[in-house]
T-cell receptor
Framework: DSGVTQTPKHLITATGQRVTLRCSPR?????VYWYQQSLDQGLQFLIQ???????AKGNILERFSAQQFPDLHSELNLSSLELGDSALYFC?????????????FGPGTRLTVL | QKEVEQDPGPLSVPEGAIVSLNCTYS??????FMWYRQYSRKGPELLMY????GNKEDGRFTAQVDKSSKYISLFIRDSQPSDSATYLC???????????FGTGTRLTIIP
């Protein structure tokens, strides 16, 4: 158990809908990262927050947004969902915001868009 | 062309064999190299972390980095059925915490 929790574990929804994925980092970790894992693209970095502020952006679609709250939990919002958004979404956390920090991954949320 | 290339496998070897997993990369700015293990329906977990060219050993696992060839390897000695998982290489650039992953190699150790 990495100490990172994600809810829900599974999410099934329809095209055009909006969902929110939640992540609680390990105790004391200030950085939260979101990744998308699909069969054809592998694990892709979406976005990073550090202590409430956006730190880095990757291949995140404009339909997706995220935030980190004062208690350091983070939410990833996915809107106008398309079939191609079906994937595993992982949250990871690290103590600080340094390249040498280990990123600890949560168990993931499996999103299915029908 | 992807920044990080990894043979997706699947790779099946008998128990006790030495396993070799590899990744190549194109971005010479990568300085930090990691291997993650991902069991089915679980999140990735860090196995090995290396910074410079050369070898790093941890128990049955050895990570090797050759920056001149842009090639990294993970060796597993005395492989066990519990090593059956997907192995992902990951890399990052100094000052940038974003990890760039390979697609992963699915490994099965046959008892």
């Amino acid at each position: 158990d990495s100490g990172v929790t994600q809810t829900p574990k599974h999410l099934i929804t329809a095209t055009g809908q909006r969902v929110t994925l939640r992540c609680s980092p390990r105790s004391g970790d200030l950085s939260v990262y979101w990744y998308q894992q699909s069969l054809d693209q592998g694990l892709q970095f979406l976005i990073q927050y550090y202590n409430g502020e956006e730190r880095a952006k990757g291949n995140i679609l404009e339909r997706f947004s995220a935030q980190q709250f004062p208690d350091l939990h983070s939410e990833l919002n996915l809107s106008s969902l398309e079939l191609g958004d079906s994937a595993l979404y992982f949250c990871a956390s690290s103590p600080r915001s340094q390249s040498t920090d280990t990123q600890y991954f949560g168990p993931g949320t499996r999103l299915t868009v029908l | 062309q992807k920044e990080v290339e990894q043979d997706p496998g699947p790779l099946s070897v008998p128990e006790g064999a030495i396993v070799s997993l590899n990744c190549t990369y194109s971005n010479s700015a990568f300085q930090y190299f990691m291997w993650y293990r991902q069991y089915s329906r679980k999140g990735p977990e860090l196995l090995m972390y290396t910074y410079s060219s050369g070898n790093k050993e941890d128990g049955r696992f050895t990570a090797q980095v050759d920056k001149s060839s842009k090639y990294i390897s993970l060796f597993i000695r005395d492989s066990q059925p519990s090593d059956s998982a997907t192995y992902l290489c990951a890399m990052s650039i100094f000052g940038n915490e974003k990890l760039t992953f390979g697609t992963g190699t699915r490994l099965t150790i046959i008892p």
